[in-house]
């Protein structure tokens, strides 16, 4: 008798469930039944907008996925079958560390991932929904009749993979059938099944109806793996294999194999790491041509950098997004702004001479905040191919008001320089001046130190 199990899904006739979460094998089951949709876990929020998996959270989907692909893996190499349900692909980031440069301040270093890297293979699939879909094969045509009821396509295959298994309307790919070898198992790619399909009872006991259904779904699937293995010439181990006493050369490959996983899944985690560290440096390109939340979050890395405090305050309906401390104490108050193809004009200004008055009419402040424009203009165009930065306006105003002006592809150069030579303090200190000595023009900041420069 077949022992089935399923994956982080459903059906009413099998017992065999297994929480996606679970480091349980699957050595135990003939056929599995895999959904790669992830479990929610905590989020992080960021203050510029957006959100990720928390630390620990990415930690358990890492480990998840690292299990169910390893243990797929394993099932395949043993000559099992393996239906995937073709759920939507979704794409997020996981949190891998945090650092607090200062008080009040966390930055977090995020790595991308996606619910199909449970699945030991390389699938290029686009999300797309639908219910109308048909079977390429003929040995198909008994498992659709169970599924085009209960089925919808989430997600298109780009990719030639296996033999195309199910087609929609217009001969798009949306289930396919993978071999690994003559004696190895099959992945059997299927449109995803809708647990809407089967009804429970007031009772929250599945109905007879669902149950029937469950049954002729699965009896098509056990003759679907039947056929599967009959073709590739091998026949099903019986169950008392598992009794017979396996050979040491058997034992020694299957310790060699745990322990090389164990070294892949280090070397992943690895990877995975250095993959953050890769994109939290790629961000301060942000500098050149971003603007919105990602120009002023590369911004504050930026000031952090440098040594200032970059804070958001907040009090009743007064709310300032760049409260900007320096090691002396010295207080400034920053807003930023990005132009596609124009340099930046006066506009942030209201709002910048607004947080200064609204922050000098707290009772702690004694002395106004001074003023800084960060301007990204012309941002689509080759920094060194960019007009000047900022309007006359904008340069008269500010001369007026005493506001620095900054160029954020200068600020590029600076965060470029700081990550190599982290420690080059005297540089920070002159970067520090220029900012906070300049009144009424843009800031002329200091080439590397001499000695700093290889």
């Known amino acids: 008798m077949k022992t089935i199990a399923t994956v982080n899904t459903y059906l009413p006739s099998i017992d065999g469930y297994i929480e996606y979460s679970s480091d349980e094998s699957l050595r135990d089951f003939d056929i599995i039944i895999f959904n790669p949709t992830l479990p929610y876990e905590e989020r992080v929020n960021f203050s510029g907008g957006g959100s990720c998996v928390s630390i620990e959270g990415w930690r358990r989907l890492s480990s998840a996925m690292n299990h169910w692909s390893s243990e797929i893996s394993h099932a395949l190499s043993a000559g099992k079958t393996i239906f995937v349900l073709l759920a939507k692909k979704t794409i997020d980031e996981g949190a891998t560390h945090v650092t607090t440069p200062s008080k009040g301040n966390r930055q977090y270093s995020t790595t991308q991932f996606n619910n199909y890297q449970s699945i030991p293979i390389d699938l290029k699939i686009k999300n797309a929904t639908g219910k109308i879909f048909s079977p390429v094969d003929s040995i198909l045509k008994p498992l659709y009749e169970e599924l085009k009821h209960i089925s919808s396509y989430r997600v298109i295959i780009e990719q030639a993979v296996g033999k195309k298994a199910f087609a929609a309307k217009d001969g798009s790919s949306v289930g396919a059938i993978i071999e690994f070898g003559p004696k190895k198992g099959h992945i059997v790619l299927i449109p995803n099944i809708e647990l809407e399909s089967f009804e429970d009872d007031d009772d929250g006991e599945w109905t007879e109806e669902s149950v029937q259904k469950s049954i002729r779904l699965v009896n098509q699937i056990i003759a679907l793996d039947k056929n599967l293995r009959e073709t590739g010439g091998k026949s099903p181990a019986p169950e008392w294999l598992s009794d017979v006493k396996k050979s040491k050369a058997l034992i020694s490959l299957e310790d060699d194999r745990k322990s090389l996983t164990e070294q892949i899944n280090a070397l992943n985690n690895s990877i995975a790491s250095i993959d953050a560290e890769i994109s939290n440096i790629n961000d301060i390109s942000d500098l050149l041509f971003e603007n ?54 006066i506009s942030k200004f209201r709002q910048l001479e607004n947080n200064i008055n609204e922050d000098f009419q707290q009772d702690d402040v004694i002395v106004p905040a001074k003023g800084i424009l960060f301007g990204n203009g012309f941002r689509l165009t080759k920094p060194e191919s960019r007009p000047e930065q900022f309007t006359q306006k904008c340069l008269t105003n500010a001369a007026r008001l005493g506001t620095a002006l900054v160029r954020t592809a200068d600020l590029f150069r600076i965060s470029t320089h700081l990550l190599d030579k982290p420690d080059d303090e005297k540089f920070k200190a002159s970067c520090r001046s220029a900012i906070e000595t300049t009144a009424g023009g843009v800031v002329d900041f200091p080439p590397p130190s001499i000695s700093e420069i290889d």
């Open 292 to 345: 919105g939340p990602r120009l002023e979050a590369a911004i504050e890395r930026c000031l952090i950098s440098l040594g200032y405090t970059v804070e958001n305050f907040r009090k009743g309906d007064f709310e300032i997004d760049h409260l900007i401390t320096s090691p002396s104490g010295f207080r400034m108050i920053g807003e930023s702004e990005g132009k596609d193809s124009s340099a930046i004009d």
